[in-house]
Protein backbone atom coordinates (compact mmCIF):
# COMPACT_ATOMS: atom_id res chain seq x y z
CA UNK A 1 0.00 0.00 0.00
CA UNK A 2 1.32 3.63 -0.63
CA UNK A 3 1.64 5.19 2.12
CA UNK A 4 3.61 7.95 3.88
CA UNK A 5 4.66 6.55 7.64
CA UNK A 6 5.41 8.57 10.60
CA UNK A 7 6.87 7.19 14.27
CA UNK A 8 6.15 8.04 17.18
CA UNK A 9 2.16 8.81 16.81
CA UNK A 10 2.37 10.46 20.08
CA UNK A 11 4.99 11.74 22.05
CA UNK A 12 5.73 13.42 25.43
CA UNK A 13 9.35 15.06 26.03
CA UNK A 14 10.57 17.55 28.43
CA UNK A 15 12.54 21.05 27.49
CA UNK A 16 15.47 20.40 25.67
CA UNK A 17 15.75 16.61 25.26
CA UNK A 18 16.98 16.51 21.56
CA UNK A 19 14.21 14.15 19.25
CA UNK A 20 13.80 12.33 16.16
CA UNK A 21 10.41 11.74 14.68
CA UNK A 22 10.68 9.77 11.58
CA UNK A 23 9.14 9.60 7.85
CA UNK A 24 9.19 7.21 5.44
CA UNK A 25 7.31 7.32 1.64
CA UNK A 26 6.93 4.03 -0.32
CA UNK A 27 6.19 5.54 -3.62
CA UNK A 28 9.54 6.31 -4.88
CA UNK A 29 8.27 10.34 -4.05
CA UNK A 30 11.22 12.58 -4.98
CA UNK A 31 9.44 15.91 -2.62
CA UNK A 32 8.94 15.61 0.84
CA UNK A 33 7.66 18.32 3.30
CA UNK A 34 7.05 18.95 7.16
CA UNK A 35 4.30 20.54 8.23
CA UNK A 36 2.75 21.63 11.78
CA UNK A 37 -0.67 22.17 12.35
CA UNK A 38 -1.81 24.41 15.05
CA UNK A 39 -5.55 25.48 15.61
CA UNK A 40 -6.42 28.85 13.63
CA UNK A 41 -3.27 28.88 11.46
CA UNK A 42 -3.79 25.81 9.75
CA UNK A 43 -0.90 23.91 8.29
CA UNK A 44 2.43 25.48 8.20
CA UNK A 45 5.66 24.60 6.16
CA UNK A 46 9.06 23.81 8.75
CA UNK A 47 11.23 22.34 5.68
CA UNK A 48 10.93 20.62 2.17
CA UNK A 49 13.19 18.67 0.38
CA UNK A 50 13.18 18.29 -3.70
CA UNK A 51 15.62 15.13 -3.68
CA UNK A 52 17.71 13.33 -1.65
CA UNK A 53 20.37 16.04 0.02
CA UNK A 54 18.79 18.87 -0.73
CA UNK A 55 16.54 20.88 1.99
CA UNK A 56 15.51 23.77 2.13
CA UNK A 57 13.47 25.90 4.87
CA UNK A 58 10.05 26.62 4.96
CA UNK A 59 8.00 29.28 6.78
CA UNK A 60 9.00 28.14 10.46
CA UNK A 61 11.74 26.21 10.22
CA UNK A 62 13.38 27.89 13.87
CA UNK A 63 14.49 24.71 16.11
CA UNK A 64 14.42 22.23 13.63
CA UNK A 65 16.21 20.04 11.76
CA UNK A 66 16.19 17.50 8.98
CA UNK A 67 18.15 15.54 6.60
CA UNK A 68 17.74 13.79 3.50
CA UNK A 69 20.33 10.87 2.74
CA UNK A 70 18.00 8.48 1.23
CA UNK A 71 15.13 9.25 -0.54
CA UNK A 72 12.26 7.96 1.16
CA UNK A 73 13.28 8.90 4.85
CA UNK A 74 12.66 12.67 5.60
CA UNK A 75 13.36 12.56 9.75
CA UNK A 76 12.90 15.45 11.65
CA UNK A 77 15.41 16.69 14.47
CA UNK A 78 14.14 18.67 17.49
CA UNK A 79 17.83 19.67 18.85
CA UNK A 80 16.28 21.41 22.01
CA UNK A 81 12.42 21.36 22.29
CA UNK A 82 10.68 23.91 23.98
CA UNK A 83 7.06 24.04 24.74
CA UNK A 84 6.00 26.46 21.80
CA UNK A 85 6.92 23.51 19.72
CA UNK A 86 4.33 22.03 21.40
CA UNK A 87 2.46 20.71 17.64
CA UNK A 88 0.60 18.47 15.28
CA UNK A 89 3.02 17.50 13.12
CA UNK A 90 2.60 16.26 9.43
CA UNK A 91 5.24 15.01 6.83
CA UNK A 92 3.69 14.79 3.34
CA UNK A 93 5.37 13.65 0.09
CA UNK A 94 4.43 14.27 -3.58
CA UNK A 95 5.79 12.92 -7.12
CA UNK A 96 7.31 16.23 -8.10
CA UNK A 97 7.25 19.70 -7.46
CA UNK A 98 4.84 20.89 -10.16
CA UNK A 99 2.01 22.42 -9.23
CA UNK A 100 -0.23 19.62 -10.55
CA UNK A 101 1.04 17.55 -7.82
CA UNK A 102 -0.85 16.88 -4.92
CA UNK A 103 0.21 15.52 -1.92
CA UNK A 104 0.00 12.22 0.22
CA UNK A 105 0.51 12.51 3.93
CA UNK A 106 1.09 10.75 7.01
CA UNK A 107 -0.80 10.23 9.78
CA UNK A 108 0.47 12.68 11.75
CA UNK A 109 2.58 12.95 15.03
CA UNK A 110 1.60 14.82 18.35
CA UNK A 111 4.03 16.36 20.02
CA UNK A 112 3.75 18.06 23.75
CA UNK A 113 6.89 19.61 25.31
CA UNK A 114 6.65 20.23 29.16
CA UNK B 1 2.67 35.98 -2.05
CA UNK B 2 -0.05 33.09 -2.37
CA UNK B 3 -2.65 32.16 0.37
CA UNK B 4 -5.83 30.78 0.89
CA UNK B 5 -8.49 32.01 2.69
CA UNK B 6 -11.42 29.94 3.45
CA UNK B 7 -14.95 29.98 4.90
CA UNK B 8 -14.70 29.96 9.34
CA UNK B 9 -16.21 27.76 10.54
CA UNK B 10 -17.42 25.27 12.69
CA UNK B 11 -20.45 24.23 10.47
CA UNK B 12 -23.40 22.17 11.62
CA UNK B 13 -25.67 20.52 9.43
CA UNK B 14 -28.64 17.94 9.64
CA UNK B 15 -28.20 14.61 7.64
CA UNK B 16 -28.95 14.91 3.66
CA UNK B 17 -28.54 19.02 3.77
CA UNK B 18 -26.68 21.05 1.09
CA UNK B 19 -23.11 22.10 1.91
CA UNK B 20 -20.94 24.83 0.37
CA UNK B 21 -17.56 25.82 2.09
CA UNK B 22 -16.27 29.12 0.79
CA UNK B 23 -12.52 29.16 -0.50
CA UNK B 24 -10.62 31.93 -2.30
CA UNK B 25 -7.28 32.55 -3.41
CA UNK B 26 -4.77 34.41 -4.28
CA UNK B 27 -1.63 33.79 -6.12
CA UNK B 28 0.44 34.77 -9.42
CA UNK B 29 0.66 32.70 -12.26
CA UNK B 30 -2.11 29.17 -12.68
CA UNK B 31 -1.86 27.28 -9.56
CA UNK B 32 -3.53 24.02 -9.06
CA UNK B 33 -6.30 24.26 -6.20
CA UNK B 34 -7.10 21.39 -3.82
CA UNK B 35 -9.08 19.94 -1.12
CA UNK B 36 -8.23 17.97 1.64
CA UNK B 37 -9.95 16.11 4.33
CA UNK B 38 -9.00 14.92 7.49
CA UNK B 39 -10.94 12.48 9.65
CA UNK B 40 -10.77 12.71 13.42
CA UNK B 41 -7.51 11.28 14.51
CA UNK B 42 -5.99 10.93 10.95
CA UNK B 43 -3.74 12.68 8.31
CA UNK B 44 -5.05 14.46 5.40
CA UNK B 45 -6.24 13.04 2.31
CA UNK B 46 -7.12 14.08 -0.81
CA UNK B 47 -10.19 14.93 -1.20
CA UNK B 48 -10.33 16.47 -5.28
CA UNK B 49 -8.08 19.03 -7.19
CA UNK B 50 -8.34 21.07 -10.22
CA UNK B 51 -5.20 22.32 -12.37
CA UNK B 52 -6.82 25.04 -14.41
CA UNK B 53 -9.67 27.11 -14.90
CA UNK B 54 -13.08 26.51 -15.56
CA UNK B 55 -11.85 22.62 -14.19
CA UNK B 56 -14.48 20.50 -11.81
CA UNK B 57 -12.57 18.62 -9.33
CA UNK B 58 -15.01 15.97 -7.91
CA UNK B 59 -15.23 12.65 -5.61
CA UNK B 60 -17.10 10.86 -3.46
CA UNK B 61 -20.28 13.20 -4.32
CA UNK B 62 -18.29 16.57 -3.14
CA UNK B 63 -17.52 19.23 -6.29
CA UNK B 64 -15.66 22.14 -6.43
CA UNK B 65 -15.05 24.42 -9.94
CA UNK B 66 -12.17 25.80 -10.18
CA UNK B 67 -13.18 30.19 -11.09
CA UNK B 68 -10.62 32.50 -11.96
CA UNK B 69 -12.69 35.36 -12.06
CA UNK B 70 -13.43 35.07 -9.10
CA UNK B 71 -10.53 33.28 -7.62
CA UNK B 72 -12.55 30.87 -6.05
CA UNK B 73 -12.61 27.09 -5.37
CA UNK B 74 -15.93 26.76 -3.34
CA UNK B 75 -16.23 23.00 -1.86
CA UNK B 76 -20.10 21.91 -2.56
CA UNK B 77 -22.17 18.54 -1.73
CA UNK B 78 -25.84 18.10 -2.34
CA UNK B 79 -26.47 15.98 0.26
CA UNK B 80 -23.99 15.14 3.35
CA UNK B 81 -23.90 12.18 5.41
CA UNK B 82 -23.08 11.89 8.92
CA UNK B 83 -19.44 9.88 7.73
CA UNK B 84 -18.62 13.06 5.81
CA UNK B 85 -18.08 14.89 9.98
CA UNK B 86 -14.20 16.22 9.01
CA UNK B 87 -12.02 19.18 9.36
CA UNK B 88 -11.90 20.06 5.42
CA UNK B 89 -8.82 22.16 3.95
CA UNK B 90 -8.73 24.85 1.01
CA UNK B 91 -5.23 24.58 -1.15
CA UNK B 92 -3.24 26.11 -3.02
CA UNK B 93 -0.13 25.22 -5.31
CA UNK B 94 1.83 27.29 -7.57
CA UNK B 95 3.47 26.85 -10.98
CA UNK B 96 6.92 25.21 -9.35
CA UNK B 97 6.44 25.94 -6.09
CA UNK B 98 7.64 24.73 -2.73
CA UNK B 99 5.18 24.91 -0.61
CA UNK B 100 1.19 23.70 -0.22
CA UNK B 101 -0.56 26.68 1.15
CA UNK B 102 -3.34 26.03 3.09
CA UNK B 103 -6.51 27.70 4.35
CA UNK B 104 -6.89 27.08 8.16
CA UNK B 105 -9.78 24.45 7.60
CA UNK B 106 -13.52 24.28 8.20
CA UNK B 107 -14.70 21.80 10.92
CA UNK B 108 -17.77 20.29 9.68
CA UNK B 109 -20.38 18.12 12.00
CA UNK B 110 -23.23 16.62 10.65
CA UNK B 111 -25.67 15.25 12.87
CA UNK B 112 -28.84 12.70 12.08
Known amino acids: EAQVTQNPRYLITVTGKKLTVTCSQN?????MSWYRQDPGLGLRQIYY???????DKGDVPEGYKVSRKEKRNFPLILESPSPNQTSLYFC?????????????FGSGTRLTVV | GDSVTQMEGPVTLSEEAFLTINCTYT??????LFWYVQYPGEGLQLLLK?????DKGSNKGFEATYRKETTSFHLEKGSVQVSDSAVYFC???????????FGTGTRLTVIP
Open chain 1, 92 to 104: ASSLSRGANYGYT
Open chain 1, 27 to 31: MNHEY
Open chain 1, 49 to 55: SMNVEVT
Open chain 2, 27 to 32: ATGYPS
Open chain 2, 50 to 54: ATKAD
Open chain 2, 91 to 101: ALRGTGANNLF
